[in-house]
């Protein structure tokens, strides 16, 4: 089977899994105990902190371990909206956030939430967001880059026009961690979230930065770990586990996004037989992440090109084009204002550290094979 889902999660790194192994097993003690079993991870959890902070250009004190981005984008709102910059109830997110920030959002009572589609680019019209902003106006939630169809959004735009309505703006980095250097970035959100298992770490850890000048309330009271930003005994062994997968992508990241250009290409060009067929979703190429490819076949449903896909021995996606368990569509689609047969239509491909040219045109070509096979 070869593998075009990296977007919805990677294997684990081998190196990474060392330090797991190693990590889980020498510093195995409680980072909160006092004795010196319990200080070692201690130690070494900071080393973390701080290496991690390094790659990403904060302050380590506004830097906080999580179980994932699902509850680093939960806790990171709940934070943000106990400190408001000014009174008002009134939130602004896009329609294309992962289902972590609908969820937290929903839940809120009292507040008023604008949810922006984007434009057929799969941006954000900040021209738009502008317009969306009242006087009432506390959050802007955007994420970074979309999960389904790669596009990177205007986070300078976006955080330039929320320091000048004095409006907290946090954004969903998980995507972009490890792909993009987002140190020029992270210095102007209220707050981001990222997450291990999309670099190579492992599943089920993850962290989230707030700007450590916002004077925060703890979501769970009594809560001592993570100085009272989240319960639990902390995952000492995956969090330096992402940190080796962390720094291995970091140092890679450039060679990467070259290596996925040229994929991306390659790609394109093995689809020509049935050009008239494919409608790819993105921006243009300084907005787009070249390893996901978001895309629809006229007249074909989805999930019924996964499965084929899946019979030939490629792993693609629907995106969460049919939100499994939900058979509702797509976030993405609706952001861009696709009718419900388009959503239908809906797949994605997403490349790797170990895809190759071979594996990109071979999918191509069985694409090619199912469709000109279903056309006739
Ligand atoms: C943009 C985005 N945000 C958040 C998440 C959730 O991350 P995690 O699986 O670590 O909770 C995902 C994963 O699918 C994602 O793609």
Redesign the pocket.
Known sequence: MIYFDF??TTPLDSEAAEVFVQASTEYFGNSSSLHDIGGQSQDLLENCRQELANLLGINQKGLYFTS????G?FLAIEALLSAPKKPGKHIIAGLAE?S?IHGVLNRLEGYSITFLPFKASGLIDVEELKRTITSETVLVAI?HVN?EIGTIQPIEDIARICRENNIHFHS?F??SFGKIDVRSLTQLVSSF?F?G??IYGPKGV?GVYIDPTISWRPFFPGSSHEKGFRPGTVNVPAIAAMTAAAQKIHGNSEQNYVKYLELRTAFMESLKPINEFVHIHQADSASQLPSIIGLRISGIEGQWMMLECNRYGFAISTGSACQIGLQSPAKVTQALGLSPQEAKEFIRISFGTSTNREDVVKLGETIVDIVKKFKR
């Open positions: 977007a919805a994932g981005g699902s509850e984008n992962h972590s994420q999960s969903d998980v995507q979230s997450s298992h999309k993850g």
